[in-house]
């Protein structure tokens, strides 16, 4: 059989974009209103979101961050923010196997009082988690800027370290230390060194 391929010629298949109602789409919704947010939650699980009886409509300005969110005839103020991580979106259709969609990045504040960070208008000062509160400002900390003597100070430390040596003003202690239990809690505590063979002294 002879090939009715060239040489050198590759064919290659044109992908057909997936139809824009089968894609999906991923956000956070961060409400400030717990009545509200209490009854978008319910509206989503009863999948009656999208429904024309529940009035839900979001718009924005373009080109821009602001919008409203519409939901049963009231009208509520909503900006994008920037996340100060990215959330991992997985989906499981029988909760043991789970498959990654997408990153989230932003996250859409619906209320008059976003979490802005200091000095910048477009990034949330807030994770989604509690231990993420306030996170710009507790752990993304702006880069300390140190002088060329003080560097140059430290490496000399560092290889005096490297040696064998304790750098000045400074002096090396080895300690043996052993985990121990007392009124219930974990410590660490040092270790007594044992008194070692007493030698007889000769008349």
Sequence with gaps: ?????????????????????AR??????????????EQLREAVKEQVAEAKESGLK???????????????GTKRPVRVLDLPTFVECYKTLDD???VKLTDVSQVLHVGANPPLDE?????SRDGLTH?????RRRVFKPP???????????????LAMFDGWAPPQHKFVDTEEQCVQKDG????????????PVEEQKE
């Design 1 to 21: 059989m002879r090939s009715t391929l060239k040489r050198g010629v590759q064919t290659r298949k044109r992908r057909v974009p997936a139809p824009r109602e």
């Design 24 to 37: 999906e789409e991923h956000f956070v919704l961060r409400v400030e209103d717990s009545d509200l947010a």
């Design 58 to 72: 979001l718009e924005f300005t373009k080109p821009g961050r602001d919008g409203s969110l519409e939901f049963r």
């Design 96 to 98: 043991i196997h789970c």
């Design 119 to 123: 000095g910048n208008e477009l990034e």
């Design 131 to 135: 231990p993420f509160r306030n996170v």
């Design 144 to 158: 300390e800027k140190f002088s060329a003597q003080e560097v140059t100070s430290l490496e000399e430390d560092l």
């Design 185 to 196: 809690e974990v410590c660490w505590e040092a270790v007594e060194e044992e008194p070692g």
